[in-house]
């Protein structure tokens, strides 16, 4: 009853604000963009990425969470309009008034399509967006998208996801949502991209440098990061954890001495140096959609070290050690390995050689943009 309740609210304040819209300016961009925020992250990177590939259509992107720091905002203006709607959608009432205020200037538009991912605002709108092409994008499981965004799966011309392991996942909610098998026909794997070198850098000799790459999360598990550290240095490896990130919170007081603390890097050139230099890259997730870092570490001849989760478990053993185990079990087990690869150097070259030919192999970026040109601009009027 209360959900009920919930719906007949959503749908009266709805359509008032679909009334209202008809006093407001048309939305007249070929393609849409609505997205939570700019910043500093993989998802949001790919997000860019995306925006960038039709920058020529002067797409216009929406934000609809206030909080954050916004780093990556300077590349979203260099490609696009930025329209920000967080204060607007703050609360529930308001957010509900919006999506039928923004979507009918949509309507009104001339918008060929409208992609979302990572926003309820933009599921919000769709119920609303009628005669609208809708194209939506999944990173991952496990932050709510995929339940919020089943009740209006049915308004979505196509689904995106980043990898065939989500499309498993998703098809598996399908059915046990009763959702009907024909919806799986709108799905689209396209794969993130990265820009691999032509060639693999020479890694440094001495000792190895080991990275740690991710936001600030629970799911990161970074204290993970900090006791591994702390582990190979009482262990006598000759290696330096360097960790990118706002992450020195997460580490124990005990464990920082043992960790280099990089910060946040918003550059692609210094995020690629940092690269160069590395053998490893460590990722403790609890759970992963398929990471930038990844890609990244492995264009550039890193090897990953990764907990074995999501679209991670797929990839090739020569190209990412997937490790099993929690708390100071898992610790003990990337400990184990690292000291393994560190006594036989030759081996890791080798494998860092194979990480970078299977990212030219799989991770092109020009095949990454084709994709994402020909899914919003051939098929949009």
């Known amino acids: 009853m209360k959900r009920a309740g919930v719906k007949l609210l959503r749908a009266m304040i709805g359509g008032l604000g679909r009334l209202c819209s008809v006093f407001a300016t048309p939305v007249n961009t070929r393609v849409l963009f609505v997205f939570a925020t700019p910043n500093l992250g993989g998802a949001e990177m790919v997000h860019a990425r995306i925006v960038r590939a039709v920058a020529d259509a002067a797409p216009e992107v929406w934000f609809t969470e206030p909080q954050g720091a916004r780093e990556l905002l300077p590349?979203?203006?260099?490609?696009?309009?930025?329209?920000?709607?967080?204060?607007?959608?703050?609360?529930?009432?308001?957010?509900?008034?919006q999506a039928g205020f923004q979507a009918g200037r949509?309507?009104?538009?001339?918008?060929?399509?409208?992609?979302?991912?990572?926003?309820?605002?933009?599921?919000?709108?769709?119920?609303?967006?009628?005669?609208v092409r809708c194209v939506d994008l999944l990173h991952n499981f496990g932050v709510g998208f995929e339940h919020y965004s089943l009740r209006h799966e049915a308004k979505l011309a196509r689904r995106i996801v980043i990898s065939s392991e989500l499309a498993s996942r998703l098809e598996s909610l399908y059915a046990e949502s009763g959702v009907d098998r024909a919806s799986m026909q709108k799905l689209l794997v396209i794969p993130t991209a990265v820009d691999v070198p032509p060639q693999p850098p020479v890694k440094p000799a001495g000792d190895l440098n080991i990275l740690f790459v991710g936001r600030n999360s629970p799911e990161k598990r970074v204290e993970l990061a900090g006791r591994l550290a702390s582990a190979l240095k009482a262990s006598g490896v000759a290696a330096r954890m360097r960790l990118v990130g706002d992450l020195a919170s997460s580490v124990s007081p005990e464990d920082r001495p043992s960790c280099e603390f990089i910060g946040l890097v918003n550059d692609d050139a210094a995020m690629a140096a940092l690269y160069r230099q590395s053998h490893l890259l460590v990722?403790?997730?609890?759970?992963?959609?398929?990471?930038?870092?990844?890609?990244?570490?492995?264009?550039?001849?890193?090897?990953?070290?990764?907990?074995r989760v999501g679209a991670l478990a797929s990839l090739p053993d020569q190209v990412c050690h997937k490790l099993d185990g929690d708390g100071d079990e898992l610790v003990q087990a990337f400990a184990a390995r690292i000291q393994q690869l560190a006594a036989d150097r030759p081996a890791l070259d080798a494998d860092g050689k194979a990480c970078h030919r299977y990212a030219a192999e799989h991770f092109d970026a020009r095949k990454f943009e084709a994709a994402w040109r020909k899914l919003l601009l051939e098929t949009a009027p």
Not at 111 to 131: E, I, K, Q, R
């Open 106 to 131: 949509i309507v009104r538009g001339r918008t060929g399509v409208v992609v979302g991912s990572f926003s309820h605002f933009f599921y919000d709108m769709l119920p609303w967006l009628v005669g």
């Open 75 to 97: 590349r979203f203006q260099q490609h696009a309009t930025i329209v920000n709607l967080g204060l607007r959608v703050r609360s529930r009432l308001c957010a509900y008034f």
């Open 283 to 307: 990722l403790t997730s609890s759970r992963e959609g398929f990471p930038l870092a990844v890609m990244e570490a492995m264009a550039h001849g890193v090897l990953p070290l990764v907990t």
